[in-house]
């Protein structure tokens, strides 16, 4: 109700004498309930200038009452109603976001460090790995070389929805939320068919790793994790000659993925992730903790799906009945109870949104 009413009530003084008050009533009554209509509209309007400008949860009030859209009181960094960067900015968070290191590569970005490219080298150590100056070049003739979503701006709202593979999707009714967002990132194997009512239907990036790699539709973005000099080259030849055929383990020669649509995950932002949100922690980030990250550099909204156990505290995919499967949580090669710790103390300050399902 009050802030429209009031306004009403104010513009038309006569209409009010006649509606609400009394003929009978005297005149100092009628001045008093006149000033109280006009103080109380003035506070109504002071609350709501208040909550918009320090985007205060009471804004959802007048947002609920007026069924307003998300980007109608845009201002500052971006047009939600809430930024990823904000002005007045929890330190912990501002510490650690740097929108200056892109998350993805491109030929500009694709020179690393010293201390970066050793580092990566490390992840997978390949005993002979091959010249990745001339992988890289050859790279981005067979994929764009361009920097993408580097756009944000005060027009822009992107909302995105990072899906897991948690089992707790499952009987989540989370299909429909998911569907509505602008970008929608999965990882690894994620079916959706037969699964559409719980993970949703739509899918714009897929993160993968050759190890993990499925077949796409022409539609979606494939993000490669790049782990060695070796994935490049895979990617690379999955995507034309096939020759490829094994990493450590043996690895789909040739992928079905649109070649215009093909993203590399930058080992810069791969290191960036693991030592500023993780703390080093584990050996390195999982592939989902990386996708988050991703998603906090790229998008305006972030809500987070199919993280975490289930309601039984199970871990397993949720397209497996198998309760006992994926102990993935406990391989050593991820800190998982560290990087669900940062996951919860991003919802906590507001920067996603995690929708925790069954
Ligand atoms: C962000 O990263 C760039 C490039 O590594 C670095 O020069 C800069 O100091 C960083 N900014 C903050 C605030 O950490
Ligand atoms: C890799 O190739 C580039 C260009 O061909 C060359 O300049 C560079 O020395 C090579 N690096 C190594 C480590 O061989
Ligand atoms: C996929 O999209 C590309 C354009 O990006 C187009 O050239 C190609 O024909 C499409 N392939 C299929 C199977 O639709
Ligand atoms: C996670 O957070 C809890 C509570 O703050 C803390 O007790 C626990 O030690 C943390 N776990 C890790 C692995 O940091």
């Known amino acids: 109700m009050s802030l429209f009413w009031s306004v009403e009530l104010l513009t038309s003084p006569n209409k009010l004498d006649f509606d609400i008050i009394p003929h009978a009533m005297p005149l100092p009554k009628r001045k008093r309930i006149r000033t109280f209509m006009l103080l109380f509209c003035i506070v109504t309007f002071a609350t709501f200038l208040?909550?918009?400008?320090?985007?205060?949860?009471?804004?959802?009030?007048?947002?609920?009452?007026?069924?307003?859209?998300?980007?109608?009181?845009?201002?500052?960094?971006?047009?939600?109603?809430?930024?990823?960067?904000e002005p007045e900015d929890d330190p912990w968070f501002t510490e650690r976001f740097n929108l200056s290191i892109h998350p993805l590569m491109t030929s500009g970005n694709s020179l690393l460090s010293d201390d970066t490219f050793k580092w990566w080298?490390?992840?997978?150590?390949?005993?002979?790995?091959?010249?990745?100056?001339?992988?890289?070049?050859?790279?981005?003739?067979?994929?764009?070389d361009e920097a993408l979503y580097a756009d944000g701006s005060p027009e822009r709202c992107r909302t995105c929805a990072v899906v897991g593979n948690s089992g707790n999707l499952k009987g989540s009714q989370y299909g429909d939320l998911i569907d509505s967002t602008d970008i929608i990132i999965r990882m690894n194997q994620a079916p959706t068919a037969g699964f559409e009512e719980d993970v949703g239907s739509r899918t714009t990036h897929h993160?993968?790793?050759?190890?993990?790699?499925?077949?796409?539709?022409?539609?979606?973005?494939?993000?490669?994790?790049?782990?060695?000099?070796?994935?490049?080259?895979?990617?690379?030849?999955?995507?034309?000659?096939?020759?490829i055929k094994h990493t450590y383990v043996p690895v789909t020669s040739r992928i079905k993925a649109n070649k215009d649509m093909v993203l590399i995950y930058s080992p810069t932002f791969f290191k960036y992730v693991y030592e500023t949100w993780l703390d080093?922690?584990?050996?390195?980030?999982?592939?989902?903790?990386?996708?988050?990250?991703?998603?906090?550099?790229?998008?305006?909204?972030?809500?987070?799906?199919?993280?975490?156990?289930?309601?039984?505290?199970?871990?397993?995919?949720?397209?497996?009945?198998?309760?006992?499967?994926g102990?993935?949580?406990?391989t050593?090669?991820?800190?998982?109870?560290?990087?669900?710790?940062?996951?919860?103390?991003l919802a906590d300050k507001h920067k996603i949104q995690m929708f925790k399902g069954r």
């Open 50 to 85: 208040f909550s918009y400008t320090f985007r205060d949860p009471s804004l959802y009030f007048f947002k609920y009452a007026f069924r307003l859209p998300d980007n109608l009181f845009s201002k500052g960094a971006c047009a939600c109603r809430r930024c990823m960067a």
């Open 121 to 144: 080298q490390w992840l997978q150590a390949e005993s002979h790995p091959a010249n990745y100056t001339e992988v890289v070049e050859e790279l981005f003739q067979v994929i764009p």
């Open 207 to 243: 993160v993968m790793y050759p190890e993990s790699s499925v077949d796409l539709d022409n539609t979606t973005h494939l993000v490669l994790i790049p782990f060695k000099t070796l994935d490049l080259q895979w990617i690379i030849s999955a995507l034309t000659t096939g020759t």
């Open 280 to 325: 080093s922690h584990g050996r390195y980030p999982s592939t989902g903790f990386l996708t988050l990250l991703f998603a906090i550099h790229i998008c305006d909204k972030v809500s987070v799906f199919g993280f975490g156990a289930d309601q039984f505290g199970n871990w397993h995919h949720y397209w497996e009945e198998n309760h006992l499967a």
């Open 327 to 330: 102990a993935f949580r406990h």
């Open 332 to 345: 050593g090669v991820h800190d998982g109870d560290y990087e669900y710790n940062v996951t919860l103390l």
